[in-house]
């Protein structure tokens, strides 16, 4: 039986997990044929290792090294220093763990590189998936000066590591047209031939989805009460979010009672944002639990009358892999998005609306249109994200995952 490691920081076994893409994964190669071993940070599962480099377990069938990581709060220099030490511990100590014949890592690059260095020392395939444009995604939102010495060399390490991987999987569409950008695949000058660059989004496992819609209701008079316009926030508080720009929008549609915006989530933000709609006097937003487990989100999203994506300008240039927009498909609600999302399963199957909403009456407008359209039309729509979401099932993204993983091993 040959053994495939899964590795990422940030996942985590079942129970734990808040995106379930390698728990899903895990299960469709195991029933494939393959031995699937798992690792995180102890930092994400809230595990214990004591003075451990790692600590095993196993979690009803799911096999899991937990590599021992520095804690850390925020999204600043600590926490990518606890992804350094995972990625460095790992490879330290890979010769303590059972042997893969393949390692199919998430990468944070630079970051984690040594897990590169850690299927090399065993001298076995290696697949490089990208969910984040990192490290590009410093230089958009301003966090690391464009063209500084420290992004020259993240760029380098990030294009030598699609170069030197067995295989490429990207969540977002537009990935592939990232690397012809920095002329790096074989058809635009570089050195990585296109035909190892895969897509393969993120998505959502509908029965699961289905059967938690009615196993795990929310005793919430606003999210049971069928006369209102219930439009959902949930996801991360913080300054990619932009999550103030939909409070704004708020505030123009408190003219109709009917209006509840419903905010889930934490962040840097929202001690922030709860104080600004006391002192504006917003009375249709309701900030709600900051975190719910991941089981509970499909009652949640599945009764709202919009779903809301809200991101700064610029995210999302080469695609979207949020989780979220997976639950808002099995929803079958339409989804609201206050930037123009390239890629975009939204416009593209008219689920929704994704336009430039750069104002608060520009953004409540489109809420406005989709919450109050006629009947038939609404139901269309909901009918339409819902059929999307069939594409994203975790059991037909597997078959495709699979076939990578076969063509390699």
Known sequence: MKTIWIVNYYTAPSVDASNPRYVEFAKHFTAAGYNVITFNSSVRSKVDCGNAVFVERNYGGEHFYHINSPKYTG???????????????????????????????N????????????????????????????????ETFGLVKKGSLPMKVAYW??????????????????F???????????DSGGKI???????INNGINIQEFDENVAKFPRPDEDLNDENLYKVIYLGAIRLVNNVQQLIDAAKLLQENPKYR?????????????????????????????KSIPLCEVANVVSHATVNIMNYQKNFGIHGVSSGKMFQYMAAGKPICCNIKLNYSEISRNNLGIDEVLDTPELYADAIR?????????????????????????????????????????
């Open 75 to 105: 999204n600043g220099a600590k926490r990518i220093y606890s992804i350094m030490m995972f990625a460095w511990r790992l490879f330290r100590n890979a010769k303590k763990f059972p042997k893969p014949d393949l390692v199919l890592h």
């Open 107 to 138: 990468v944070h690059t630079p970051f984690d590189y040594p897990v590169f260095w850690a299927a090399r020392k065993f001298g076995v395939k290696y697949i490089a998936e990208g969910w984040d444009m990192w490290p590009e995604n410093f």
């Open 157 to 174: 390490m990030e294009k030598h590591l699609y170069e030197k991987a067995d295989s490429v999987i990207f969540t977002c569409e537009g």
């Open 176 to 186: 592939l047209d990232y690397l012809r950008e920095k002329g790096w695949s074989e």
């Open 193 to 199: 031939p296109v035909e190892k660059v895969h897509y």
């Open 261 to 289: 915006f419903l905010i889930y989530g934490d962040g840097s933000d929202r001690k922030m944002l709860e104080q600004y709609v006391k002192d504006n006097d917003i009375s249709n937003v309701v900030f709600k639990e």
């Open 369 to 409: 249109r989709l919450a109050e359209q006629p009947k038939e039309e609404y139901e269309a729509m909901c009918l339409r994200v819902r059929q999307c979401a069939e594409k994203f099932d975790y059991k037909n993204l597997a078959v495709k995952e699979l076939d990578v993983i076969g063509k390699l091993i």
